[in-house]
């Protein structure tokens, strides 16, 4: 019985880290999830879909009880994901909440509770009366996910140091604290980062996510004191583009494309200026190299785009809209085949994956051509394959795993024939 208790506990942890790790919510908002699945949508009673703008997808509601910055608790919603219109799938904050609903209904029954989460006050054992059952509280929910973590992610094998770590041995206390020393903000903090490394563009939309009053708040509370986005660093761009240079001056990273090479001629000042010193203090110095020359990297999953010469940029050329005003790609026109032949283009081991698939995709659509003695019709996509190829090759990886891959699907599809 006391096995099963606990993994009770740990299946509710779990799915607590789910909810806030996807949705961003606070602890105490998490408390006050209600409890209930709509019997016509089945979904969880606090969620709800609305449509987007354009029709075109369904956006996840979730509303709970919030008292953040308010003397008296109100209802606040919070996305949960999204889908195109017509698909079933459903976002994983929400599969937890419905797991935490069917989980915990036996013990909300007995206390008469009408709050999606619970917790025992007994030492031992499962609920078998109302006495045994209590409010869940943050600090209950904390405690639970620092247990989580000690019980069931192992952190013995982690390195002294983080494959970009800004400072020294900054995984040391993680492994040796297996892990209590994490806080269940960081899980906001995550999301916050994660959304702006998909585009610095959407701050405002963080601050609406977290029910931010100011801008400030947000960007000082949840990006400049996060420890991979210190205080000299204004954005995750910024952030980036340093650590794309420091790994380059330490020979940690290798990269491609025409702006990858110019950078690599260029690369000998930063290793004078950060030779000799300690990790913070070289991070310190390539933030003050990369503010000094204005450099700041723009994203996509196919590689980076530094604009140091904006006339030169492809994409603008493509769309006609080429200037010297230019700070940022046309994003209309931007798309890996424009941006591999364009002087401002650079990738490194991060964009190995979209490199992977683009060569095995076109590699296997240009053979079966050649089966069915047509290749000269795919001559663009037998181009596509050998430039794949040459960047991956470019930046340290062989496609003798990827030919595999392609072998095995060309084998399907003689099958299937």
């Given at each position: ?24 919510m ?5 408390c006050?999830l ?6 016509e ?5 606090c ?11 369904e ?9 953040k ?10 996305v ?11 976002p994983l904050?929400?599969?937890a909440l ?6 915990l ?10 709050r ?11 609920p078998?009366?109302l ?6 509280t943050?600090?209950s ?8 973590i000690?019980?069931?992610v ?14 020294d041995n900054?995984?040391v ?18 999301w916050a980062s994660?959304a702006l490394?998909?585009?610095p563009r959407l701050l405002?939309v ?14 000082g509370?949840y990006?400049?004191r996060?420890r991979?986005q210190?205080a ?26 025409r702006?990858?090479e ?7 000042e930063?290793r004078?200026?950060?030779?000799g010193k300690?990790t913070?203090e070289?991070?310190t110095?390539?933030?003050?190299f990369?503010?000094?020359y ?12 530094l ?10 050329e ?17 798309d890996?085949?424009v941006?591999?032949?364009?002087s401002?283009?650079v990738?490194d ?6 490199w ?23 001559r663009v ?9 040459a960047?991956?090759s ?5 496609t003798?795993s ?16």
């Amino acid at each position: 019985m006391q096995q099963v208790r606990l993994l009770v506990q740990a299946l509710r942890d779990a799915a607590v880290i789910v909810v806030q790790s996807t949705g961003g919510m606070r602890i105490g908002e998490i408390c006050g999830l209600p409890a209930g699945v709509d019997p016509e949508t089945r979904l969880p009673s606090c969620v709800r879909i609305e449509q987007s703008a354009t029709g075109l997808n369904e956006i996840f509601i979730c509303r709970t009880l919030s008292a953040k910055t308010e003397e008296t608790p109100r209802n606040q919603d919070w996305v949960l994901g999204m889908r195109p219109k017509g698909s079933t799938e459903l976002p994983l904050a929400v599969h937890a909440l419905l797991v935490l609903d069917r989980l915990l209904a036996p013990y909300r029954a007995l206390s008469g509770s009408d709050r999606l989460l619970v917790s025992f006050s007994a030492e031992q054992g499962l609920p078998k009366s109302l006495e045994a059952v209590a409010p869940v509280t943050g600090e209950s929910l904390r405690r639970g996910i620092r247990r989580f973590i000690s019980d069931w992610v192992d952190l013995s094998t982690l390195t002294d140091e983080s494959a970009h770590k800004l400072e020294d041995n900054d995984l040391v206390p993680w492994r040796e604290s297996k892990g209590q020393i994490i806080k269940t903000h960081m899980f906001r903090k995550m999301w916050a980062s994660f959304a702006l490394s998909v585009d610095p563009r959407l701050l405002p939309v963080i601050q609406m996510q977290f029910h931010h009053l100011s801008q400030a708040m947000t960007d000082g509370g949840y990006i400049g004191r996060n420890r991979l986005q210190v205080a000299p660093l204004s954005t995750v761009r910024a952030q980036q583009t340093g650590l794309l240079l420091y790994e380059m001056a330490l020979g940690k990273s290798l990269v491609a494309g025409r702006m990858g090479e110019q950078i690599e001629q260029h690369i000998d000042e930063l290793r004078e200026r950060i030779e000799g010193k300690t990790t913070a203090e070289a991070w310190t110095e390539t933030v003050q190299f990369i503010n000094d020359y204005d450099l700041r990297l723009w994203f996509a999953p196919h590689g980076k785009c530094l604009p140091l010469v904006p006339i030169a940029m492809r994409c603008h050329e493509v769309a006609g809209t080429t200037s010297w005003l230019n700070r940022e790609p046309n994003y209309a026109t931007r798309d890996p085949s424009v941006c591999a032949g364009c002087s401002c283009f650079v990738l490194d081991a991060r964009h190995k994956g979209f490199w992977d698939d683009r060569y095995i995709q076109n590699w296997v659509s240009y053979r079966h051509a050649e089966r069915l003695g047509i290749p000269g019709e795919f001559r663009v996509i037998r181009e596509r394959a050998y430039q794949a190829k040459a960047l991956l090759s470019r930046i340290g990886f062989d496609t003798a795993s990827l030919d595999d891959q392609v072998e095995a699907k060309l084998k399907v599809m003689r099958d299937a024939a």
